[in-house]
């Protein structure tokens, strides 16, 4: 009696295991490697963005280019301003 005890319990410990094992997700599949037009694609798109780049890179540099020359006018103009408040103030005060 007190085997038929004991496989009872084994089995219903090691049924559920069994069960729960089948139950487990499976691996998916290692991808496949990209074609040689894929690549060849992949080439062509980069070196299009390498090229979009620079232009856009050209174009910031023009960009900054031209916003160094207009601070440097309104420093010179800034540096009118102040003279001819100056000379006026002068000039009223002088009268």
Do not use: H, K
């Not at 410990?13 to 487990?24: E, F, K, M, R, Y």
């Not at 050209?58 to 280019?65: I, Q, Y």
């Amino acid at each position: 009696m007190r085997r038929i005890l004991i496989i009872a319990c084994l089995l219903l410990l090691i049924i559920p295991l069994a069960v729960s094992a089948q139950d487990s997700t499976p691996i998916p599949p290692a991808p496949s490697p990209p074609s040689i037009e894929a690549l060849q694609t992949m080439v062509t798109e980069a070196q299009a963005a390498a090229q979009s780049a620079a232009q856009t890179a050209a174009g910031a540099r023009v960009s900054a280019d031209d916003a160094e020359r207009y601070a440097g006018d309104a420093s010179r103009f800034l540096g009118l301003f102040e003279a001819f408040g100056t000379v006026i103030a002068i000039v009223s005060v002088a009268l």
